[in-house]
């Protein structure tokens, strides 16, 4: 069963920049970055899927970038241009086979969150 570790979360003034990483403890196929900010649903970010290609929510299109580094099993969010409204724990999590990262379904394995907060 893999493991998602998260890290890079901190505190940022708007307009600056963070990078988030998630390593895993194994393969893992289709892999993405969610979020939940405080009060509300969790919500999807970004996902890259096992060919490579990426698919983003529009409120970070242009600010964030997902990559992947399979020889480390590692996943990054470099996060630019931060706004106030990013503000949240931020989640890495797997899919095997079907997803859709509006939702977060067939996304079955999470990490714990990490925290970003912009000011």
């Known amino acids: 069963h893999v493991q998602l570790v998260e890290s890079g979360g901190g505190s940022v003034q708007a307009g600056g920049s963070l990078r988030l990483t998630c390593v895993a403890s194994?393969?893992?196929?289709?892999t993405g970055w969610f979020r939940q900010i405080p009060g509300k649903e969790r919500e999807g970010v970004a996902v890259?899927?096992?060919?490579?290609?990426?698919n983003y929510e529009d409120y970070v299109q242009g600010r964030f970038t997902i990559s992947k580094d399979n020889a480390k099993n590692t996943l990054y969010l470099q996060m630019n241009s931060l706004k106030p409204e990013d503000t949240a724990v931020y989640y890495c999590?797997?899919?095997?086979?079907?997803?859709?990262?509006?939702?977060?379904?067939?996304?079955?394995?999470w990490g714990q969150g990490t925290q970003v907060t912009v000011s």
């Open positions: 999590a797997a899919a095997g086979g079907w997803w859709n990262l509006a939702s977060g379904a067939g996304f079955s394995v």
């Open positions: 890259i899927d096992t060919d490579g290609s990426t």
């Open positions: 194994g393969y893992t196929y289709c």
